[in-house]
């Protein structure tokens, strides 16, 4: 990227920098920039088969409705109130 753009582009951004700064600023996104290049080389297309080649769905368990744990013995060494676990206030 030339120092014309990199002028341009702190000029749009309200940002002052020295010619030193600038060349620096240029180099660094000349670089970023090749970068992107590369990372747009790579196919990034979504195949189900291939992307999931070791999923079958034959291989999973057979899933199943078992009754679940009385509330009064998950919460029975808790401290609650209304039936609800109380933690501790984490966020202000």
């Not at 240029?26 to 970068?35: H, K, N, Q």
């Not at 609650?80 to 933690?87: A, E, G, M, S, Y």
């Amino acid at each position: 990227m030339d120092l014309e753009m990199v002028k341009y582009l702190a000029e749009l951004g309200k940002l002052d920098f020295t010619e030193d700064e600038l060349k620096k600023a240029s180099s660094d996104m000349t670089s970023i920039i090749e970068l992107m290049d590369k990372v747009k080389e790579i196919d990034v297309t979504y195949d189900a088969l291939a992307d999931n080649k070791n999923i079958y769905l034959n291989d999973l368990r057979e899933d199943f409705n078992e009754p679940s744990m009385p509330t009064e013995k998950v919460i029975a060494n808790a401290k609650n109130r209304d039936n609800c676990f109380v933690v501790p206030k984490v966020v202000e």
